[in-house]
């Protein structure tokens, strides 16, 4: 068993949230008290700490938040394993980077609620220099237009901010667990049919270092992931592990 939970608001305990937020988490103590404290009321913070060694848990953990170990390392193994401890109708994901604010996301819930939409993602918008190096803007722009390509969605961005229902996330047996995991969330949502939109968020210089594309060599990994999710071929669906 590679995942565990603790917290005030874990599965069994009570105080059910209206909203879910995964958090995925990897030494982000500095960041944490700003991005917690932008958490809109009623909804839960999950945590999913994915081997910080800065105290991350244990900060996250006082100040209020669910706190789930994933053990396995990617940004896809944390998203997924806070997807897994999530109760609420909706699941929303958002960086632990204090890079994007999760209050934006109520507009993105509202959205999902009135059945207007079935995925709602964020596009970022730099608030100021160095918020979006070239790099990882360069990478983003090759891979929407692959995705374009694949699945006929006209989309911008492949940002981590989006929101849609817990049931229907599960529905796509997501399988990637490296940095293809955004990507192959909405390719299998378009070749489900679903209404994907996409919304303008603000986008902060990030606190601390990027674990993913901070640098040339993150981006082009993480590009390489996405490619690979990018050739499944359609309604081809891999048991989640």
Same mark, same amino acid.
């Given at each position: 068993?590679t995942?565990? &939970? ?10 059910? #949230? ?5 958090? +995925? ?5 500095? $960041? =944490?008290?700003?991005? =917690?404290?932008r958490?809109p ?7 999913v700490?994915n081997?910080? =060694? ?5 900060? #996250? ?13 990617? &940004?896809? /193994? #944390? ?5 897994l ?7 929303? &994901? ?5 890079? =994007?604010?999760?209050?934006?996301l109520?507009? &993105?819930v ?17 608030? $100021? ?6 790099h ?5 722009? $090759? ?7 694949r ?30 995991? +955004?990507? %192959? ?9 679903w ?10 210089p ?14 082009? %990994? /993480? ?14 669906e891999?048991?989640?592990?």
């Amino acid at each position: 068993m590679t995942t565990s &939970f603790t917290g005030p608001e874990a599965p069994g305990t009570g105080g059910a #949230a209206s909203v879910d937020v995964v958090l +995925p988490c990897l030494d982000e103590a500095a $960041a =944490l008290p700003w991005v =917690l404290g932008r958490i809109p009321p009623g909804w839960r913070a999950i945590v999913v700490d994915n081997g910080s =060694l800065d105290g991350s848990d244990r900060i #996250a953990r006082a100040l209020g938040a669910t706190v789930v170990h994933e053990e396995r390392r990617g &940004f896809g /193994a #944390a998203c997924h394993a806070g997807l897994l401890a999530a109760t609420a109708g909706i699941v929303c &994901f958002c960086d632990c980077d204090a890079s =994007l604010d999760p209050a934006d996301l109520v507009p &993105f819930v509202r959205e999902v609620r009135s059945g207007r939409a079935d995925l709602v993602l964020g596009r970022r918008r730099p608030r $100021a220099r160095g918020a979006w190096p070239l790099h990882a803007r360069a990478g983003n722009l $090759a891979l929407t237009r692959l995705l374009r390509r694949r699945t006929g969605l006209r989309l911008h961005d492949l940002g981590p901010l989006r929101a849609a229902r817990r049931a229907d996330l599960l529905g796509l047996r997501l399988s990637d667990r490296r940095s293809g995991y +955004p990507l %192959q969330m909405v390719v299998r949502a378009a070749d489900a049919g679903w209404r994907v939109t996409e919304h303008d968020v603000p986008y902060l210089p990030r606190t601390g270092a990027s674990k993913v594309t901070g640098t040339w060599r993150g981006t082009v %990994q /993480a590009v390489r992931d996405m490619s690979r999710v990018l050739r499944e071929a359609p309604g081809r669906e891999e048991a989640a592990l």
